[in-house]
């Protein structure tokens, strides 16, 4: 088969014949041949190289992307394939996260119909204050903060921890939700999720937008299967060494 050159290649993809170059210099393609007056020689092993780079970057991620392909063209195939293993495995954690998120969210709306909008008493409070009007101890709600779930300002002459109103309001989503036998973990994300979106309709919404995000990495991460595994058919299959 003829050789390709770098203006083939960008044009399946429509980028620039410069990418092409930039990517084989970061090793992302095995290096080209070159002709006696200099110019790049691709073959369909480059060009296969190309789609898989590709294909990995909405699965993966630019950073995980390059280094993939960095490995398999040092023929490092055990570290390129940890590197999608570990890829597999935070999607799985992303997902679970989410179904505990969404399970909170459930519970929030049912046992009390919470909003993120600020607790109708606007004073503040201190963490002995805040823990009496929950009725639980001063400990807990500072096992809260540890967690994440509580940011309290402090008061710069004291020290001393100061609740406002919006901490109030988190407080009592934890407290709500601890009851519930929510662990302080996924208490923490939900209330972080809260703060971010303003409220638990507007995180619903927000679980909905989270839910096909993680569904299409899942589906480009079957798609970059496709294009790895035709390239290593041009690295030499399965069977292709790692070298330590």
Do not use: C, K
Request: proline share 4%; glycine share 8%.
């Amino acid at each position: 088969m003829s050789p390709l050159r770098p203006a083939d290649l960008a044009r399946e993809h429509g980028i620039s014949t410069q990418a092409v170059r930039n990517y084989e210099r970061h090793g992302f393609l095995p290096p080209a041949e070159r002709t006696a007056s200099g110019y790049r020689l691709y073959t369909e092993a480059h060009a296969a190289a190309l789609r898989a780079y590709l294909s990995l970057v909405p699965a993966y991620g630019y950073a995980a992307a390059g280094r993939i392909m960095s490995a398999l063209n040092r023929n490092h195939l055990d570290e390129a394939l940890t590197i999608v293993d570990r890829g597999h495995g935070q999607l799985l954690r992303d997902r679970d996260t989410l179904d505990a998120v969404r399970t909170a969210l459930q519970h929030l709306t049912a046992e009390s119909g919470a909003v993120a909008a600020p607790a109708p008493d606007t004073g503040t409070r201190t963490v002995g204050e805040l823990a009496h009007r929950l009725g639980v101890t001063p400990a807990t709600v500072r096992n809260w903060e540890d967690a994440g779930i509580l940011t309290p300002a402090r008061d710069r002459a004291t020290g001393y921890r100061i609740f406002h109103a919006d901490d109030i309001r988190d407080a009592e989503l934890a407290h709500l939700l601890r009851r519930g036998g929510h662990p302080l973990d996924h208490i923490a994300t939900v209330v972080q999720q809260i703060r971010t979106v303003g409220g638990t309709d507007a995180l619903a919404a927000s679980l909905e937008a989270w839910q096909r995000r993680l569904t299409a990495q899942g589906l480009a991460m079957l798609h970059a299967a496709t294009h790895l595994s035709a390239y290593l058919t041009h690295l030499g299959g399965e069977d292709q060494a790692d070298a330590r």
